[in-house]
């Protein structure tokens, strides 16, 4: 029974699903999208989301925190200096899904994660 329990499993222990989503937010800000499985990008929307509402604040304890889940230097800076103050007067609702149709190999539903311009 799966009871109040929330988010997508994806196949991976804990420990791997959350390494996953900290390298996928990493790669979303680098690159401002990410190509991946649809449910990967469902869960990946309200993680990378907390994180930038925590860039908009962009005091020491906030950037403290989304250093626990952003590992590198560069995307951590970028984040705080450009995207965070990007999003400064949206409240919330930072990315955008696009299907995309099927994976030729397996069949899986592909989606487009990406930031919005504003």
């Known amino acids: 029974m799966r009871h109040r329990a929330k988010g997508r499993q994806l ?3 804990s420990t791997h699903r959350r390494a996953m989503l900290n390298n996928m937010a990493s790669s979303l800000f680098d690159h401002g999208r990410v190509v991946t499985t649809e449910a990967k990008a469902k869960e990946l929307r309200p993680f ?3 994180l930038i509402t925590l860039a908009r604040r ?3 304890h906030a950037r403290r925190l989304v250093q626990r889940k ?3 230097r560069e995307t951590l800076s970028k984040l705080f200096s450009e995207i965070g103050p990007r999003f400064a007067s949206r409240p919330g609702g930072y990315t955008r899904i696009l299907k995309l149709g099927h994976r030729s190999g397996d ?3 592909v989606a487009r994660i990406e930031l919005l311009s504003e």
């Open 58 to 60: 962009g005091d020491l």
């Open 70 to 72: 952003i590992k590198g």
């Open 48 to 50: 990378a989301e907390k």
């Open 11 to 13: 196949s991976r222990t």
């Open 107 to 109: 069949g899986a539903d």
